[in-house]
């Protein structure tokens, strides 16, 4: 049971961060620095990033009854959003519009640090992370279900930080028509969970 849920939060968090995207991005906002610079904004990134997703896991329910809003209610906002996401992986607008943010701070000389913005948030630490994580810990609660679910997110924001490191590499090995189909299969699945969790959402509020 718990081996299910390490994997289902897993797919979740690898779907919505997508680290495989996150390398081209990360190549293309780099291009300018030195190893040492990529490297330091790599790690910059994810810890940044780690920190935004820990405090919306660990308060994120808190800050939803401050604002008066029920967690059924989040599920479905949050389902709906993760669908959104969805469909722009499966027709590829959700790169396209990466690469417009990349560009415009490319052709913006004196920005250098892209670890902050954009690639902590909103690239790592985006929408769907947050609501993923969010979602993920209202739906199992208890120290042992919470920390499969952390652990689930370590390993891709690790992941995320080695493909960071790797960008250059991963690039040349992948290529432009890989990384395309891997960013639409990953779409289709995104799709699927964020359907679930509407339906829990919409279950739990008329049937519960």
Known sequence: ???????????????????????????????????????????????????ILLVFALFGEQLLGALHIELNSFRIAGGIMLFLIAIEM??????????????????????????????????????????????????NTGIDRASIILAALATVLVLTLLALLAAGPIMRVLGANAEAVITRLLGVLLAALAAQFVIDGLRASFLG
């Open 1 to 51: 049971m718990m081996i299910e849920l390490f994997l289902s939060a897993f797919i979740t968090f690898f779907v919505v961060i997508d680290p495989p995207g996150c390398a081209p991005i990360y190549a293309s906002l780099t291009k300018g620095a030195n190893a040492a610079q990529r490297r330091n904004m790599a790690w910059r990134a994810v810890i940044v990033a780690s920190g």
């Open 90 to 139: 499966v027709f590829e607008k959700r790169t396209e519009r990466r690469e417009e943010r990349a560009q415009k701070i490319i052709d913006t000389p004196e920005i250098e640090d892209v670890s902050v913005f954009p690639m902590a948030m909103p690239m790592i630490a985006g929408p769907g992370s947050i609501a993923s994580v969010m979602l993920l810990m209202s739906q």
